[in-house]
């Protein structure tokens, strides 16, 4: 089994309620994770990379808790795009 250390040190979010955070980090978390778990990703054969800065564009959101999971999850499938070796 192979670790993947995926280290990210900010996200910039304009209208994104406060209490809708945690939604979006557990959407984030664990759409990144069956991302980079599939193995048509080709992570094994990845090298080490750092990519300063991912911008994604506009990506709409829904209100509520499912809203801002959702979006999480939207953010995470344009990592997976933009680290994709």
């Known amino acids: 089994m192979s670790r993947i250390e995926v280290k ?5 979010l304009r209208g ?7 939604s979006l980090v557990n959407g984030l978390k664990s759409e990144l994770s069956r991302i980079l778990a ?3 990703m080709g992570i094994k054969s990845a090298r080490s990379q750092r990519t300063p800065v991912l911008r994604v564009g ?3 959101m829904d209100a ?3 809203g ?3 979006l ?3 953010i995470a499938k344009a990592i ?6």
Do not use: C, E, F, T
């Not at 990210?8 to 910039?12: C, M």
């Not at 994104?16 to 945690?22: Q, S, Y």
């Open 16 to 22: 994104l309620d406060p209490a809708d955070r945690h």
């Open 80 to 85: 997976g795009k933009g680290i994709k070796p």
């Open 72 to 74: 999480g999850g939207g």
């Open 38 to 40: 599939d193995p048509a």
């Open 8 to 12: 990210i040190d900010r996200v910039v």
């Open 64 to 66: 509520g808790l499912s």
């Open 68 to 70: 801002a999971r959702s």
């Open 58 to 60: 506009r990506m709409p």
